[in-house]
């Protein structure tokens, strides 16, 4: 299956060196470039690509504010890339929906893959900001609000097995191998769980699932 992907990126010569790397993967196909955050949001709505890979720091408006929108409409699924992992980039980003968060640094390799996996519906986070953002999120005293709670109690019991899998970092396939189902029977139970508690991405489910103490 083909992967279709917007770059969105202000930079000249690097939105080029992003297509070029993508190009050169037979089953990703660049089917739009943006210079700036409202340029993406007008592309992501008009083309509906799989994964919109967006720059943070843009004019007109910034990648976190240009997420949210792609985000919120459905358009696609987001991985920001940028040069800096500070936290208000990395914790706007995963706030606003984003699916995965990576370095610019990264080799082409691993960017490729990222893509893959957030299009396969898996979160995707650089290594070097995990640790952090788990121990600022995922604390055990971490207040979880009354009615977050009662929407996980509203989960079946194989949601709530499968949310506590998201929580552990697992992605589909692996979840699907521990709890016994098929792939696209998870797909189904992960779209259901973040419409259920409203999250707008995976990596927003796992931290809930950690706040909660939600154990596989």
């Known amino acids: 299956m083909t992967i279709r992907v917007v770059v969105a990126e202000d930079q000249g010569a690097v939105r080029a060196a992003l297509v070029m790397i993508l190009r050169a993967e037979p089953d990703l196909e660049v089917v739009g470039q943006a210079a700036d955050g409202e340029e ?7 083309l509906r690509p799989d994964v919109v890979l967006m720059d943070v720091q843009m004019p007109r408006l910034d990648g976190v504010s240009a997420t949210r929108q792609v985000v919120a409409a459905g358009a696609a699924q987001v991985l920001v890339l940028t040069t800096f992992d500070l936290d208000e980039y990395v914790y706007g980003a995963l706030r606003a929906g984003a699916a995965g968060f990576l370095l610019k640094d990264l080799e082409a390799d691993a960017l490729v ?3 893959r996996t ?7 986070l650089a290594p070097s900001v995990t640790r952090r953002l788990i121990g600022t999120f995922a604390r055990p005293d971490r207040a979880v609000g009354p009615e977050v709670r009662a929407a ?16 552990a970092g697992l992605s589909n396939g692996e979840i699907a191998g521990r709890l016994e189902m098929a792939e696209a029977t998870t797909k189904t139970h992960v779209s259901r769980i973040l419409a259920k508690l409203r999250l707008r991405s995976r990596v927003q489910a796992a931290i809930l699932a950690q706040d909660l103490g939600l154990m596989i």
């Not at 993406?40 to 008009?46: F, S």
């Not at 957030?118 to 995707?124: C, E, L, S, T």
């Open 40 to 46: 993406a949001v007008r592309l992501a709505l008009e």
């Open 113 to 115: 893959e990222g893509i």
């Open 118 to 124: 957030v299009a396969r519906g898996d979160g995707m």
């Open 152 to 167: 996980v109690e509203g989960l079946t019991p194989r949601e709530r097995e499968v949310l506590a899998c998201i929580g």
